[in-house]
């Protein structure tokens, strides 16, 4: 109950910020709690509103006995909550960057980043067909030859997730003499 007083509610998001004049935009994405980790007696901790993810800290006070909640607040460029979809997500950071690597010929690098369980997989499945249909159409009206990568860092290794054979393969990364990966 006191944590349900304290949390972060969607009426109080902020809309997304555009990123395409960010060099780099931090997005986060809360992930919703299992029903599986709520029978096993886990709280939901953490809210969102964008673009603040607010950590709710169960403490005592210095009398031992008094509970209360402690709030972190962490402002991000956007910050996505449990109701959000991954399409959500796709809509307001990424696919407004797609135009990019066409117009200024950069290139346009998205990572997802967290612990294992937090849902990166879950979420760039969700981004991964839309961006490839959008990629594909934006190549076709800049006339522009595309290249792309899909990578897994996970315990100092690195997979290619786009190998020819399917699946995943492991790759060695390296430098040349310029430093240059």
Do not use: W
């Not at 953490?46 to 607010?54: D, E, G, K, L, Q």
């Amino acid at each position: 109950m006191m944590i349900e007083r304290e949390r972060l509610y969607p009426e109080s998001s902020l809309p997304h910020q555009s990123t395409v004049s960010m060099k780099i935009a931090i997005c986060v994405r809360k992930r919703p709690i299992f029903q599986r980790e709520e029978a096993q007696g886990e709280i939901d901790a953490v809210s969102a509103a964008n673009p603040v993810i607010r950590v709710h800290e169960c403490k005592h006070k210095v009398d031992g006995i008094t509970k209360i909640i402690e709030n972190h607040d962490f402002v991000f460029d956007n910050t996505f909550g449990s109701g959000e979809t991954s399409q959500d997500l796709y809509e307001s950071a990424l696919k407004p960057n797609l135009q990019l690597p066409f117009v200024r010929g950069g290139v346009l690098t998205c990572f997802a980043y967290g612990q294992t369980g937090s849902g990166k997989t879950f979420t760039m499945k969700g981004c991964n067909e839309s961006a490839i249909n959008d990629l594909f159409r934006q190549a076709r009206k800049y006339q522009s030859t595309l290249h792309l990568s899909f990578f897994e860092i996970y315990s100092g290794k690195v997979f290619d997730l786009l190998p020819k054979d399917g699946g995943r393969a492991l790759l060695q990364l390296l430098e040349d003499g310029k430093q240059q990966i």
